[in-house]
């Protein structure tokens, strides 16, 4: 059978493919495009946690039969699996997989629960349709599967290899047991993982209407189409914005979680002709914690694509179609090609700060075009207990920082890095968790100053309603958000946790197991983005209305901007400002391409392998 399979595969890669016209391409095009959204609202209205249904931490896509992403928003990974998965492929089957490693990294930790769908037409394989999303708890030490101090990812929690989920239509009721079976909270995985089959048996439907309307030799032929006129574009983009001259950049994630750090990122980029080339030599080893990033090169291909597309050109189709211009070198046993079974559940601070070391590298070539650096990282809070009924709860949700300032713009306020995730209104998590939020808003001067200033970080107040276990996800406690053009670097983080005795702890940016009892209060601060350009070129009433906004003090007006402000009234002294900001200019000197805060110190057995290097 699985021979019948490869051949109707073979058959359908041979299909002679037909011209498309310009309007039944931008029929085909808009109408994946409206599927993938679908997909996503499915997900979003269906699924029970929070971390899904109000985050939106999930990523869909439809590809083509060989598993090329047509639209989407994680890249491709599929032909990996269809060269591995040996048993038959049918319609109707619905796969699941989570294990990092037996899927090369195209999810990079085991909370990630994964579903494939072929996608099946009058008998012949179509396409595929994919998205994967957070699930709250997959088992391990601690609740939420996410431990700051995990050695191996064997102590993270249950890995699932690639299984059939259904067979033909037929759920395998077995392997949904045993995966319940070893979660602390199977109820809202169960609805989750539910979820997520629904959203891609949503694109299911709309690729075989699409087939059904227009044939299925005319749809495919439109997604060639598409993913040519990507490649095209994406060509033009290379040229433009990448240097045929190698050009490298480097930042340093703080520390491992078990007090190892910092760990640097470095990359290197030029072309050659419309080729872009990537490698992360010089990058270091593996961490002992947890904050490994198994980088599938495939989704590299896939940030890189988003960061050009979203910089350069917003209007082209996001696809595959780039991905032969694209080449990509890790270093095995680094921190982004780690070897098994390295831990890798805090992952997401290289993740994040993959677009800080890819922005910097880009922009030596061309700074007035690009951004400074971000928040760099994903924060968790984890909280979890017996509330006063007695129900286990768990809760995890990710904060947000400051985005960088732009070339087009101020960097935006406590807002996520990911454009579509968004937080949880805080009447969702007093209702269904016991948890009040005291204080949410925007970290006054946490951003960067710049002719356009880094957006500030988030300040966020928590009062525990049950004693229970928190644990935290962050980075950017040590290293600053650098600047660019003159731009200042955003503030790092803090976490401070204020017992009910009045005793107070500041916690580092990575800790599990922290207990806490009812009536402690945690005040969580995220970093802010660093800032673009001469903050002295401000104009001085956007600085005057940032301070009568409360996102810049009056103070910070006047040391980062030269910028003087009456403290009763907020009258701007024009004269008094402009004799300032010449004298700071002069004392400044040369502005700098980049501007950098410390490189953090350091610890564990990075300091140790430094001083045996002394």
């Known amino acids: 059978m699985a021979n019948k399979a490869k051949q109707k595969s073979a058959k359908t890669a041979k299909r002679k493919l037909v011209p498309v016209d310009k309007i039944t391409l931008d029929i085909v095009e808009n109408a994946l495009r409206n599927a993938r959204f679908e997909m996503d609202t499915v997900l979003f209205r269906s699924a029970m946690s929070p971390v899904i249904r109000e985050q939106h931490d999930g990523f869909p896509m439809i590809c083509t039969p060989d598993g090329r992403m ?140 699409l087939c059904g309307r227009f044939g299925t030799t005319l749809y495919l032929s439109a997604c060639e189409a598409l993913l040519e006129r990507t490649h095209r574009a994406m060509a033009q983009l290379i040229v433009k914005n990448l240097p045929e001259k190698k050009i490298s950049f480097e930042d340093y994630i703080d520390d491992d979680g078990r007090g190892n750090g910092p760990y640097k990122m470095k990359l290197t980029i030029w072309r050659e002709g419309e080729h872009g080339y990537f490698d992360w030599a010089g990058t270091d080893p593996q961490a002992p914690g947890p904050i490994n990033f198994y980088l599938n090169e495939e989704m590299f291909k896939m940030f890189i694509g988003v960061y050009l597309i979203m910089v350069f050109d917003p209007q082209i189709l996001f696809n595959d179609g780039f991905y032969p211009l694209l080449h990509v070198s890790q270093p095995p046993g680094s921190l982004l090609q780690p070897n098994f079974p390295a831990a890798l559940g805090c992952r997401t601070h290289a993740l994040s700060r993959l677009f800080d070391v890819l922005g910097g590298t880009l922009g030596q070539q061309a700074p007035d075009l690009t951004t400074a650096a971000g928040y760099g990282t994903s924060p968790y809070l984890l909280y979890n207990g017996t509330d006063e009924r007695g129900e286990f709860f768990h809760l995890m949700e990710i904060s947000f920082g400051g985005i960088p300032g732009r070339p087009f713009g101020d960097g935006m306020d406590a807002h996520s890095w990911w454009p579509l995730f968004e937080n949880i209104p805080s009447e969702y998590l007093e209702t269904y968790y016991p948890i009040t939020v005291l204080e949410y808003g925007s970290l006054m001067d946490s951003g960067g100053a710049g002719f356009f200033r880094g957006g500030n970080g988030v300040h966020k107040i928590y009062r525990f309603e049950a004693d229970g276990e928190i644990a935290i996800h962050d980075d950017r406690d040590r290293s600053q958000p650098w600047g660019i053009l003159g731009g200042r670097p955003g503030q790092t983080s803090t976490k401070l946790l204020l017992r009910k005795n009045g005793e107070q702890a500041e916690l580092p940016s990575k800790i599990s197991g922290i207990k806490v009892s009812k009536g402690d209060r945690l005040v969580y601060r995220t970093a802010g983005g660093g800032g673009w350009k001469d903050p002295f070129d401000r104009p001085a009433e956007r600085v005057q209305a940032d301070v009568a906004r ?42 700098q391409k980049f501007t950098f805060g410390p490189v953090p110190e350091s610890i564990g057995i990075r300091k140790a392998a430094s001083h045996a290097a002394d």
């Not at 101090?149 to 690639?162: C, K, L, N, Q, V």
């Not at 006047?558 to 009456?566: E, F, N, P």
């Open 70 to 209: 047509v639209v989407g928003q994680f890249g491709s990974y599929i032909s990996g699996f269809i060269s591995e998965w040996k048993r038959g492929i049918y319609d109707g089957d619905v796969f699941l997989m989570s294990d990092p490693y037996k899927c090369k990294g195209a999810i990079s930790h085991i909370n990630d629960w994964m579903v494939l769908i072929p996608i099946f037409h009058d008998g012949e394989q179509v396409g595929w349709s994919s998205q994967f999303g957070h699930t709250i708890d997959v088992g391990g030490p601690v609740s939420g599967s996410l431990p700051t101090d995990a050695t191996t990812i064997f102590g993270e929690g249950m890995r699932i290899p690639s299984v059939k989920l259904f067979e033909r239509g037929k759920l395998n009721e077995d392997v949904l047991d045993l995966l319940l079976n070893n979660s602390r909270m199977p109820t809202m995985n169960y609805f989750d993982l539910m979820a997520i089959v629904a959203a891609c048996r949503t694109a299911d439907k709309r690729v075989k209407e």
């Open 550 to 591: 409360r996102l810049v003090s009056i103070e910070k007006a006047r040391s980062d901007y030269g910028v003087i402000l009456d403290s009763r009234t907020l009258a701007l002294d024009a004269a008094a400002t402009s004799a300032l900001r010449e004298k700071m200019r002069a004392d400044r000197g040369t502005v």
